[in-house]
């Protein structure tokens, strides 16, 4: 009898960002304890081919996405459940509450969330203290940014520049998130204009933080589903242009197609099962139309062996879950990497 049901049972019972907090709480718990970490991986781990991309070794495909660990409380825990890498944030340059509650919510019958949370977190800061910890020699570590909410957009750029010389030299990869539809105005980050404007200086700064000599910190950017052919052409010219690492496809959506239950009128952004077609198209888009020289990660909907595989087909290098590990449980890699050995 698998264990995890009975345990989401009790959990759903609760609110769900409480709920969210407290098993963040117990999986923070397990990284800090040694012994508990390591009979973790004995558990959860399993082998797996490793993952070329971005100039990166990934130890396997499937990562954490970004949310789950705002503020880098868990990721040594949540490490021990077999991820190949965990993406935190995102982080803003200061603390900010985020959005007011109740700003989570969840759609058991379609394995769905909606959560309008508005980067809630402590700051660069306070996440930059969380990251200087050991960690697994394998693991990747991915920070995701953004600006905060009483920047404005004109000047969101400074932002933006200061997370990236703060992390620089404990992030393995940093995520450029204009695309969460939680934050007003962020979206228009994405705009030809206002995006060409943000790479290059992203690129000129890291180029100018960096040492001839060493490994360019690879700099991502995280699109919006909700992107039109012509937005999304637009935004793939710039990213190319600037000579950015690749994308992650997708962020959450505002789209609610096919959807009619009274929770799904709460403002903010769907993520999960929904999600997957929409993510996977545009993972397809992204990768035919810059010839597959575009590195993607897949994310959005998946929870299965087969949603992986059908996101790789689709061109993705990589994969994350998210609203899946709420659902299925700690042991989803595990049994993700397993049904794809096969």
Same mark, same amino acid.
């Given at each position: 009898?698998?264990?995890?049901?009975?345990?989401?049972?009790?959990?759903?019972?609760?609110?769900?960002?409480?709920?969210?907090?407290?098993?963040?709480?117990? $999986?923070?718990?397990?990284?800090?304890?040694?012994?508990?970490? !390591?009979?973790?991986?004995?558990?959860?781990?399993?082998?797996?081919?490793?993952?070329?991309?971005?100039?990166?070794?990934?130890?396997?495909?499937?990562?954490?996405?970004?949310?789950?660990?705002?503020?880098? /409380?868990?990721?040594?825990?949540?490490?021990?459940?077999?991820?190949?890498?965990?993406?935190?944030?995102? $982080?803003?340059?200061?603390?900010?509450?985020?959005?007011?509650?109740?700003?989570?919510?969840?759609?058991?019958?379609?394995?769905?969330?909606?959560?309008?949370?508005?980067?809630?977190?402590?700051?660069?800061?306070?996440?930059?203290?969380?990251?200087?910890?050991?960690?697994?020699?394998?693991?990747?570590?991915?920070?995701?940014?953004?600006?905060?909410?009483? !920047?404005?957009?004109? !000047?969101?750029?400074?932002?933006?520049?200061?997370?990236?010389?703060?992390?620089?030299?404990?992030?393995?990869?940093?995520?450029?998130?204009?695309?969460?539809?939680?934050?007003?105005?962020?979206?228009?980050?994405?705009?030809?204009?206002?995006?060409?404007?943000?790479?290059?200086?992203?690129?000129?700064?890291?180029?100018?933080?960096?040492?001839?000599?060493?490994?360019?910190?690879?700099?991502?950017?995280?699109?919006?589903?909700?992107?039109?052919?012509? &937005?999304?052409?637009?935004?793939?010219?710039?990213?190319?242009?600037?000579?950015?690492?690749?994308?992650?496809?997708?962020?959450?959506?505002?789209?609610?197609?096919?959807?009619?239950?009274?929770?799904?009128?709460?403002?903010?952004?769907?993520?999960?099962?929904?999600?997957?077609?929409?993510?996977?198209?545009?993972?397809?888009?992204?990768?035919?139309? !810059?010839?597959?020289?575009?590195?993607?990660?897949?994310?959005?909907?998946?929870?299965?062996?087969?949603?992986? &595989?059908?996101?790789?087909?689709?061109?993705?290098?990589?994969? &994350?879950?998210?609203?899946?590990?709420?659902?299925?449980?700690?042991?989803?890699?595990?049994?993700? /990497?397993?049904?794809?050995?096969?």
């Amino acid at each position: 009898m698998k264990i995890y049901p009975l345990f989401r049972a009790l959990l759903f019972r609760l609110d769900p960002e409480r709920a969210h907090q407290l098993t963040l709480s117990a $999986v923070r718990l397990a990284g800090d304890i040694r012994p508990v970490g !390591t009979l973790l991986r004995i558990i959860y781990q399993v082998p797996a081919r490793p993952v070329q991309a971005f100039g990166l070794r990934f130890s396997n495909p499937i990562g954490l996405a970004a949310g789950y660990d705002k503020d880098g /409380l868990g990721w040594r825990g949540l490490a021990s459940l077999g991820f190949g890498h965990i993406e935190v944030g995102t $982080v803003t340059p200061k603390p900010q509450p985020g959005n007011p509650q109740p700003r989570l919510f969840r759609l058991p019958d379609e394995k769905a969330l909606i959560n309008r949370m508005g980067f809630p977190g402590r700051g660069a800061e306070f996440v930059k203290q969380q990251l200087s910890r050991p960690r697994q020699k394998s693991l990747v570590l991915g920070v995701n940014i953004g600006k905060n909410k009483d !920047t404005p957009l004109e !000047t969101a750029v400074e932002d933006y520049l200061f997370l990236l010389k703060v992390f620089i030299e404990q992030a393995d990869y940093l995520t450029i998130n204009v695309s969460s539809p939680n934050t007003v105005g962020l979206r228009q980050l994405q705009e030809k204009q206002a995006l060409d404007h943000l790479l290059q200086q992203l690129y000129l700064e890291r180029d100018k933080l960096t040492q001839p000599a060493t490994h360019k910190v690879p700099v991502i950017v995280k699109l919006s589903p909700d992107l039109t052919d012509a &937005q999304l052409d637009d935004a793939l010219d710039v990213i190319l242009a600037n000579r950015m690492d690749g994308v992650i496809a997708t962020n959450t959506t505002l789209s609610r197609d096919g959807m009619s239950t009274p929770i799904t009128r709460e403002e903010g952004g769907l993520s999960g099962k929904p999600l997957f077609e929409r993510s996977l198209a545009m993972v397809k888009k992204i990768y035919l139309r !810059t010839s597959g020289k575009l590195p993607v990660i897949g994310v959005g909907g998946i929870a299965d062996a087969a949603g992986v &595989q059908r996101m790789m087909d689709a061109g993705a290098i990589l994969v &994350q879950l998210y609203t899946g590990l709420v659902y299925e449980g700690p042991g989803l890699v595990k049994s993700i /990497l397993q049904e794809l050995r096969k």
